[in-house]
């Protein structure tokens, strides 16, 4: 009765065991392989990567037999533990603190046993996953903004003088976020108003930057400060958005009949997201559809030295992030 007992505590511990370990294949951050194609994987820069599996779906749902794991790196070098690099005894990678220049294709080999029951003959079986696996970083927004103002006449220096009143308002609304109006231009039109008469309307337009003088005072220390300087950014659209409602605001509830001649004209507000990316990133949606709106490191064979969106070409080039065509 006793070894019964025992056999059954056994038996529902390693039940346990077993329930745990397939529980673990439904969790977020795994990554699996596929013997049909490369697995590609972006890893935004200076975070881990997801957890990558020597297998694929199909054979982590069965028992394996004596499995070993070889990885090899992107220089094409057997991959071994070290600060980076974290192997476990699963077969598992995980790239720590992921840098430009790890990016590219890892490939693991996973070799098991097969047994037939009958003979217990052996025989190996190997099988081999490709991930690529590339670094990107958010990019850097920047907002176009354009708005109308009435003005009396298309002549004079008012027109000027409004423009860089404006100018100068909008700068000190958003000074403490270490963004700045650049770009700034307006021309003069003639327009007709449905059922009424000609106005004169100044359309102004600017873009809004979040590089002002001293900017990386709000990095603290780290070296990349995108979502620092983008929550800026935001913040400074909003601003500049309420600041032309309550103008509108205005315009309707502290004038009576007497509208001054150059006032702000209602819903003439526009904004437009504008995306740069950091030099040795750009953006692909045909290459990189899983990660269409990243800045995603420019492969080999292409380069970016500015803050351009996009990958130019260089055959010369043959590493990761390349920033210059030598």
Sequence with gaps: MLVWALLSAVLWSVARVGALRSSLFS??????GSIENPVKIYVKLHQDSPILFCMDV????????????????????????????????????IVKDF?????????????????KAETQEETTIKKRYDFLIFA???????????VRFTTKSCVGRYNDLLFRVLKKILDNLISDLLCHVIEPSYKCHSVKIPESDFVNELFIAFQVNPFAPGWKSVCNDSIDCEDATNRNILEARDRIEEFFRSQAYILYHHF???????????????????????????????????????CVVCSPGTFSPDADVTCQICVSVHTYGAKACP
């Design 27 to 32: 969790k977020k951050g795994f990554v699996y």
């Design 58 to 93: 199909n054979r982590a749902s069965k028992e394996t037999v004596d499995p070993t794991y070889l990885w090899i790196g992107p220089n094409e070098n057997t991959l071994t533990e070290n600060g980076q690099i974290n192997l476990t005894k699963e077969g598992a990678l």
């Design 99 to 115: 840098m430009e220049s790890l990016s590219g294709l890892y490939t693991c080999t996973l070799s098991y046993k097969t047994i």
């Design 136 to 146: 990107y970083r958010e990019p850097d927004y920047s907002y176009h903004m354009a």
């Design 256 to 294: 009576n009949k007497t509208i001054p001649a150059m006032h702000f004209v209602d819903h003439s507000f526009q904004v437009v997201r504008i995306d740069n990316c950091r030099p040795g990133f750009g953006k692909n949606e045909g290459l990189h559809s899983n990660c269409a709106s990243c």
